[in-house]
């Protein structure tokens, strides 16, 4: 057991964006978030839930081609600044 902090070692995991087996999951979206800019304060809380990790933190803004529309930050954002919108395509 460690006796002081600086001697726990810490082991850290980083999602990234990638192709799964059936496809981006940008293909699997029914359900699409849009940002309204009047609303966002870039509080970055969006940024930390996305699952796909396909939200960067300059600007906010949504890499489509891996968003698969769960709908995750939309429901955490604190200002009400995503709204989650069908896609045409259904
Ligand atoms: S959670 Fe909402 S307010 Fe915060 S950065 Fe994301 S879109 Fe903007
Ligand atoms: S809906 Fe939002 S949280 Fe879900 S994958 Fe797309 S950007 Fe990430």
Redo the contacts with the bound molecule.
């Keep these: 057991m460690a006796d002081d902090i600086e001697s726990i070692e810490y082991v850290t995991s980083l999602s990234r964006p990638a192709k799964g087996c059936a496809g981006n999951t940008g293909e699997w979206r029914v359900f699409k978030p849009v940002?309204d800019d009047s609303?966002?304060?870039?509080?970055?809380?969006?940024?930390i839930y996305c699952p796909e990790a396909c939200?960067s933190k300059e600007g906010?803004n949504i890499d489509y081609q891996y968003c698969k529309g769960c709908g995750m930050?939309a429901e955490?954002?604190?200002?009400?600044?995503?709204e989650m919108i069908k896609e045409d395509k259904f």
Excluded: G, M, V
Excluded at 39 to 47: E, F, H, Q, S, V
Excluded at 76 to 82: H, N, V, Y
């Design positions: 940002k609303k966002c304060n870039n509080c970055l809380i969006c940024w939200i906010i930050c955490e954002c604190p200002t009400k600044a995503i």
